[in-house]
């Protein structure tokens, strides 16, 4: 089991990989949604299971989900699912990899108030904000 922390694991995403933009002569950039997808995995709790090796097939797996997105390769679409269903990407992958997710947030909640307190009505609360 696996509790989800927010730390930020793992490497950025390598600089000049992508080659240069032939029309202004700079580094081309990962898409964002590739930025996204990447700092995802980071800060995701299946990071703190990886290893060298996992980061590297994920830098190979971003390349993909960048060309996708920018260039509209959807044929790779499969092949990314693939690669991140070996990480346990969706509920239905972390169970077949037999790695539970601890979600604190799913225990029963207290109520903000305990019931019978000073509650109002929304409309009472609206007539008393608006004068």
Do not use: C, Y
């Not at 002569?25 to 996992?54: I, K, V, Y």
């Not at 499969?78 to 972390?94: I, N, S, Y």
């Not at 997710?101 to 207290?110: H, I, S």
Request: hydrophobic share 40%.
């Amino acid at each position: 089991m696996v509790v989800p922390d927010d730390e930020l694991r793992g490497p950025e995403l390598p600089e000049g990989v992508l080659g240069v933009n032939t029309k202004t002569g700079e580094l081309t950039e990962w898409h964002p949604m590739t930025l996204l997808w990447w700092n995802e995995w980071r800060t995701s709790p299946q990071a703190q299971t990886f290893t060298g090796t996992d980061w590297s097939f994920l830098v190979d797996t971003a390349l993909m989900h960048h060309a996708m997105w920018e260039k509209g390769q959807w044929t790779l679409a499969a092949e990314v699912r693939l690669r991140a269903a070996k990480f346990g990407a969706t509920p239905e992958d972390r169970a077949r990899l037999k790695l539970k997710v601890d979600n604190p947030t799913a225990a029963p909640q207290r109520p903000a108030q305990a019931p019978g307190g000073n509650v109002t009505d929304i409309t009472s609360r609206k007539a008393r904000l608006t004068g």
